[in-house]
Structure formats: C-alpha cells, structure tokens
C-alpha cells in the first residue's frame, strides 16, 4: 500500500509540477489574444498557425539566452543603457515587455519618464535622466528617452530652435562621456508606415481596454505625421555615432519586429553563459508543537472561480 501510495503521489507531483510549467507560459498566450482582439474572426490558414508556433518557440528561446545575457551584465558588474524610440502605436512597449518578462526587476528596470514638472524644466535638459543610469551589473531600458527633445518636443513646440540646437550640439558629447565611464548605449528606432499606424490608432480608438493609450498628444502626433518623419530623419541623421549609433527595426509586423530587435540585442553583448551551481532544497524542519493559527472566514477572498 505504502509503494503504490508514493507513486500515486510522484505522479500527482509531476502533473502538478506539469501545470505549474504551463501556467508560468500563459501570459504570452494573453499577450497574443490581446493582439488578436479586434482581428476579422476569421479561421487562421496552416501557414500562419504554423508562424504563430515557430514565433513563439522563437520567443522562448531568446528570452532564454536574455536570461544568460543578464547574468552575465551581472556577474560582470557590466552596465547597459537600451534606448527605444519610434512613433506612437509602433511597438516599442510590446518587445519591451518581452525582454524583461523573464527577467530579474531587481536589476533590469524600464525607465518612462512622464513629461518634466516645472522644477525640471529649469534643470539642465539631461539632469533628470542621469538619475536613472544603470548601476554596476544593470541594465536599464528606456521607453522614450532625452530624445523626446529631437521629437515631440521639437515638433509640438515645447522647445525653441535655439534648445533643439543645443540639444544637437550636446547630445553626442553627453553619451560619449557615458561610453567612456563604461556604459553601453544601444539605440532602438521602430519604424511604421503611415497607413500601419493609422490602423494601430484606430484599434486603440474601439478598444476599451487599450484607449488609455491614446492621449491628446498622441492624436496630435498622428496630424503632424510628416513633421515627426522631418525630425526623425534629421535625429537619426545628426545623432548617428561610433560610440552610440542608431538600428531601425522595421516594425509593421509586430512578432517579426520582437524577434529581430531581442535577436539584435543579444548580439551586441559579450556574453557567455556561466555553469550554475545545482540548486538543492533544503528539506523543512517540523517540531512537533508547531500549530498552524486558523484564518478568520471574514478575511478569506471569495472563492468565485
């Protein structure tokens, strides 16, 4: 009774263990659905079920070498700045949020600065982003970056020429001085097509849940298209250097942009996986007057599901 009492449990265990394992992996699978909310409804042909399985088999595997990737930054007292910049709706919180899915928060953080109160509009114009520089072993990823002044700044008006201009003459100096005291910059640029970032508007728009996205701003940006694309291509013109050059990725299809730039990513770090020591659990101690204290019903969570 005793052996067939123990296989039952290491069965029960390992299907446990099983189920663990494939909830860990559902939040790709919501991410994706979300995506897919306000599709046509349509049957997926073979082809593109068959693209959604190697995406994320893909996926999987590059957050698994991101996962080597900062251990190494880690181990290394390494220190990595990666910025992501693009039009509104062109994708930059979407690989965001896969990069740092597996991640460990404690030395990975995003960095989204909202727009400068008024004490910061009187600081020098890199001064509050100085604050959020990667320690030894970090990595920090910044969703919009001191480059809003080359674009949404400049094109809404919050900026003078004369800014715009001193932001040009300061910037390549300001990140070479951050490359000589060992911080590695890499700049992301996500590029759209008018006609995608429309379509990406208008889900937004008929979308409950994502309409939190969109602001006056955002609205504005969409009018003013042709002068985001002036500034954009002198930015990336003027901007453009060995220490800290810019990489377009091409953002119109959302999964193949998410590989690309982690793929790219990986990349341009160094690093080689380290062998882990074996991770043994320590077995509970248990004393034979311990006593669990009851919870009181009235703090219990309903159970509705």
Partial sequence: MATHDNTFQSETFHQRLLQEFYDSYDEEL???????????GQ???????TWRRQYFRELLHLQGELVKMQDWVMR??????????????????????????????RTCRVAALPAPNDREKTQWYFQRYIAHLPA???MVLFD??????????????????????????????????LTRSGIQIVKYWFSITDEEQELRFLSRI??????????????????????????????????????????VVQGVDKKRARLNCISHLLQQV???????????????ERHEDYRRAPVPDHMIVPEKY
């Fill in 30 to 40: 919501e991410m994706e659905l979300d995506d897919l909310r306000f599709g046509d």
């Fill in 43 to 49: 049957p997926q042909a073979d082809d593109e079920k």
């Fill in 76 to 105: 290394t007292g390494h220190r990595m700045v990666i910025l992501f910049e693009g039009r509104d709706a062109a994708g930059k919180g979407g690989v965001i949020k896969r990069i740092t899915q597996r991640l460990n928060p």
């Fill in 136 to 138: 030894a072993g970090e």
């Fill in 144 to 177: 919009r970056s001191w480059y809003n002044r080359a674009g949404v700044e400049r094109v809404m008006g919050f900026c003078n020429d004369d800014e715009v201009e001193e932001f040009y003459r300061s910037v390549p100096e300001f990140e070479k001085m």
């Fill in 206 to 247: 008929h979308d409950p849940l994502k309409q939190w996205k969109l602001s006056p701003m955002d609205l504005e940006s969409r009018r003013r298209w042709e002068e985001y694309t002036e500034a954009k291509e002198e930015m990336l013109a003027r901007t453009h250097i060995d220490e800290a050059p810019w990489w």
């Fill in 270 to 284: 160094p690093y080689e996986e380290s062998e882990q020591k074996a991770i043994v659990l320590p077995v509970r």
